[in-house]
């Protein structure tokens, strides 16, 4: 069965440093979503592309967290510079119809 | 403002049948409800999604009323397996919006 891949699973850093996630969608899934989830709480959408075009980003900080999918293929979240609120478990999903998501196993990112 | 609300916990015993409530009062006429389990460390995994009436499949079942406004997740005769954190996440639109979610804790 396919799945969403996403590196690294773990990822520890200081505040004012730079980080990145990595996500793959499951192939021919051409809707790819990023998520934040605050340990307690449901995933809050970040980011959703459709291809390589952004869809909503509404809630994505723009001052320090972009998010690229060149080839409308697999993407990338950074965040630049990592906060200590950011500390948070960093999930991607695909979805072939935009209805019925798929999740990865997700980053948990630890600021210190 | 588009909210879903569920109970923040639940416990059962083995062999029940467990009912998960999701509260969606804005729901429009074209939004849908996926329902999501989740363990510690995991990320959400697919369990059931419905627009209308009612849905089944090998694992659960989802009943949605005529007015849409809310719907339970129903999970037959549960193990201890099935303790973890269930999402209800709903279309508004084109907005996303996951409830809180619901510890579910299985007993022997």
């Known amino acids: 069965e396919a799945e969403v891949a996403q590196s690294p699973r773990y990822k520890i850093t200081e505040k004012s440093q730079a980080v990145a996630f990595w996500c793959d969608p499951i192939s021919g899934h051409a809707t790819l979503y990023w998520y934040r989830q605050i340990l307690g709480q449901g995933p809050e959408l970040l980011v959703q592309?459709?291809?390589?075009?952004?869809?909503?980003d509404s809630q994505l900080p723009k001052d320090r967290f972009s998010a690229e999918r060149l080839k409308g293929v697999d993407s990338t979240l950074k965040i630049q510079p990592a906060e200590l609120g950011d500390s948070a478990m960093y999930l991607c999903a695909s979805s072939r119809d935009s209805k019925t998501q798929y999740f990865g196993p997700g980053t948990r990112l630890l600021v210190l | 403002l588009a909210k879903t609300t569920q109970p923040i916990s639940m416990d059962s015993y083995e062999g029940q049948e467990v009912n998960i409530t999701c509260s969606h009062n804005?729901?429009?006429?074209?939004?849908?409800i996926t329902w999501y389990q989740q363990f510690p460390s995991q990320g959400p995994r697919f369990i059931i999604q419905g627009y209308k009436t009612k849905v089944t499949n090998e694992v659960a079942s989802l009943f949605i009323p005529a007015d849409r406004k809310s719907s339970t997740l129903s999970l037959p005769r549960v193990s201890l397996s099935d303790t973890a954190v269930y999402y209800c996440l709903v279309t508004y639109g084109n907005k996303l919006v996951f409830g809180a979610g619901t510890i579910l804790r299985v007993k022997s």
């Open positions: 592309f459709q291809d390589e075009s952004v869809v909503d």
């Open positions: 804005n729901i429009a006429t074209n939004d849908y």
